[in-house]
């Protein structure tokens, strides 16, 4: 079966346009009579909640932190990508859509990438406007940086901490509309399912993380912007806290889930340092700017560093291998994250790590370069003649800290390295999802009235995610897209009137929790949920991970039953029902990664090509490069739940058709 995207007809520049010029409208005196839930107040669900909410709708935003300015963008640290042009070196709507396209290694859907090209510019505009502090150059214009797959200055940046600065805009326009009454404001509050009346999203069930009561909250259609899957790995980039649970509720009341084998490696990650780590950290892509990745020349050099027995600076530089200048001429270390991610594994698979850790993985991300040649610029400028090597570094130096400060700031806090005088310490971890629930151009799923925007949904970076672009597209579905098409959909409900919550859809749904809670709960298991999670992690990251197999998914699937199995007989959840309990939480949370690691692997097993971070190594070019097959795979595949054995998820797919670029073999050199 095919899928309906309800891409617009014509030319691709004027698709968004035409759309919006011929939707469906709800008349602002009409707009209080209409309730819209919001799950999650990242910067998709932050963004989206005060946008409708400053319309005129009465708008529910759940969180589960206490507070939205909690949530996981605030993480986010190297930028935002919009087509400004303002470094006058070539950018525009066009080059911007085409590194998004290419960057996805062509399986993002045309018409969506473009229309977000297309609005990117606005959202500049906007965070500027709300008081968002993004680094300026000498003249006051703001400032931009390159950032990995393209080969202009796009990213806009308010130093290391720009998801933090863009989620405080986000907030305060949120915190404006809970203060005039406009938005209902729900902390701590998960949303545990959804709720379907004739066919259509009409409310959620959600559980009062501090008293445990479950309540019903009904609204004309809800928003599902809860963010990525990442910790399906158990050890990820994300925060502990972020879950898949809302996508795989909805999931299983019938929206489609997409692509769940696209994830995202980031290969500037603090390497794992041991086996009771909880999370990872990530360092900035930015530093990639700056920063040159090597490891040694010699495997008896990477043996010696390892030991402890020689030093980074020890290693001459004629001995060293900065493996991505040399494979990859053209783009250097900024490559996208998928490529650089796998040379590093290549060359930490050959024996060259730098890292004593268990696995002996990491490679040096080096600023001494750049701090040199900035020293040698800066004192130029102070026209201070024949400087000592002291005075360029101490200059090269500051620039540096001006730039990426708080990064360096808090590498050094985590590893006790002085990343200014020794080079950082990196390997790949699990970062984003390009995967999520399949949505279609106005970004609703296959259950009407289910809008599903950021991270959550599948639509924009195809099989992998260029950097910045994931603020970019959280910040364009919420301020840009959504408030355009949901109105199209809820012009049919101005007449509707208030949805109520005494139904036996809502009877069932709160029941069907209750009883679950009563499970974990009286289950006389002997494991904690976090023995489970980490089993399962070591599966996924193993062979769901950076290389897959055929047969080290066949044995994915296999071993993450076992362990769904095992974790229903033998989880343990201590604890009550009606107050704080967040191994109950993590208890439903692991549940429902269970069952989406296991559509992962059979999703990866069925794409027999790859495909940006989807690296099956059968399918892989003399030389270690991806190796697509656009013949069979140019398709978005979709999934339909079909019950408990996840073996039987049926495949849908929607055909990814190409207009407007040439498809062809990536190629980086």
Sequence with gaps: MGLDSKIPAGALADKWKNHKDHMELVAPNNRDKIDIIVVGTGLAGGSAAATLAEQGYNVKAFCYQDSPRRA????????????????????????????TIKGGDYRAREA??????????????????????????????????????????????????????????????????????????YNRHEMMDIVLVDGKARGIIARNLITGEIERHSAHAVVVATGGYGNVYFLSTNAMGSNASAVWKIHKKGAYFANPCYVQIHPTCIPVHGTQQSKLTLMSESLRNSGRIWVPKKKEDAVAIREGKKKAKDIPEE??????????????????????????????????????????????????TEIMKKGKESATEKNIHNPSSDQIYSLGRAWVEEKYGNLFQMYEKI???????????????????????????????????CFVIGEANFSDHGANRLGASALMQGLADGYFVLPYTIANYLSADIRTGAIPTDTPEFDQAEKNIQDKISFFLNNKGKYSVDHFHKRLG??????????????????????????????????????????????????????????????????????????????REEYSTPDGEAQRDDQNYKYVAAWEYKGADINQEVLHKEELVYENIEVKTRSYK
Aim: charged share 25%.
């Design 72 to 99: 996981h963008s605030i993480a986010a640290q190297g930028g935002i990508n919009a087509a400004k042009n303002y470094q006058n070196d070539g950018d525009s709507i066009y080059r911007l859509f085409y590194d």
């Design 112 to 185: 969506n990438v473009h229309r977000l090209a297309e609005v990117s510019g606005n959202i500049i505009d906007q965070c500027v406007a709300q008081g968002v502090p993004f680094g300026r150059e000498y003249g006051g214009m703001l400032d931009n940086r390159s950032f990995g797959g393209v080969q202009v200055k796009r990213t806009f940046y308010a130093k290391g901490q720009t998801g933090q600065q863009l989620l405080l805009g986000a907030y305060a326009a949120m915190s404006r509309q809970i203060g005039k009454g406009r938005i209902k404001m």
């Design 319 to 368: 001995d060293r291998d900065y493996y991505l200048e040399r494979r990859y001429p053209a783009f250097g270390n900024l490559v996208p994250r998928d490529v650089a991610s796998r040379a590093a594994k290549e060359r930490c698979d050959a024996g060259f790590g730098i890292e004593n850790n268990d696995t002996k993985e990491g490679v040096f991300l080096d600023f001494s």
């Design 415 to 449: 590893t006790a390295d002085n990343p200014y005088e020794t080079p950082m310490k990196i390997y790949p971890a699990v970062h984003y999802t390009m995967g999520g629930i399949w949505v279609d151009y106005n970004l609703m799923s296959s259950i009407p009235g």
């Design 538 to 615: 070591n599966i996924m990251w193993n062979k769901v991970g950076m290389g897959r197999t055929g047969k080290g998914l066949q044995e994915a699937i296999q071993e993450i039953q076992e362990v769904r199995k095992d974790f229903w007989e033998n989880v343990k959840v201590p604890g009550e029902a009606d107050n704080l309990n967040p191994e109950l939480e993590k208890a439903f949370r692991v549940a429902d990664f269970l069952e989406l690691g296991q559509l992962m692997a059979i999703d990866a097993l069925n794409r027999n090509e790859s495909c940006g971070g989807h690296f």
